[in-house]
């Protein structure tokens, strides 16, 4: 599972409700276009974050759904900006999750939400735009 989590590529969305990538997200890879939105949001890092599939158990499609709403309701009440993306493997049959990247939330911030989604891991990037894999099983 963890070589599946970082094989993984992680796409940032143009625009909301949009299929149109901006920029993919690759694990231990610089991304510039990471530092660009970073700049253009204000923030120095970012969480790319679901709430699908907790602990990697596959949920019905509707129950998924209702979660990412959840999620998406959480960081609109808190104020975080952020954009909508999908988390899919290149090569595996496991569907695309949606996600989202959430700007300026500091790493413990985002171990916190994530956890509370009960996910495995997310990534985070910090003010270098390298992406990482944070591991919490």
Not at 5 to 30: C, G, H, M, N, W
Not at 95 to 119: D, N, R, T, W
Request: a negative charge.
């Amino acid at each position: 599972m963890l070589q599946a989590y970082r094989e993984t590529l992680y796409k940032v969305f143009a625009q909301p409700d949009s299929a149109e990538i901006a920029f993919t997200l690759r694990i231990d890879e610089p991304c510039t276009e990471l530092l660009a939105a970073h700049k253009r949001r204000r923030a120095d890092c970012s969480a790319f974050v679901t709430a699908y599939n907790p602990f990697s158990q596959a949920l019905a499609a509707r129950e998924n759904a209702a979660r990412q709403l959840t999620l998406v309701r959480e960081l609109d009440d808190r104020g975080l900006a952020w954009d909508e993306g999908v988390g899919e493997h290149p090569s595996n049959s496991w569907p695309g999750e949606p996600s989202c990247l959430v700007y300026g939330i500091a790493l413990e911030a985002a171990k916190v939400l994530a956890a509370h989604f009960e996910q495995n891991a997310f990534v985070w990037s910090g003010s270098d735009g390298v992406p990482r894999l944070i591991l919490l099983r």
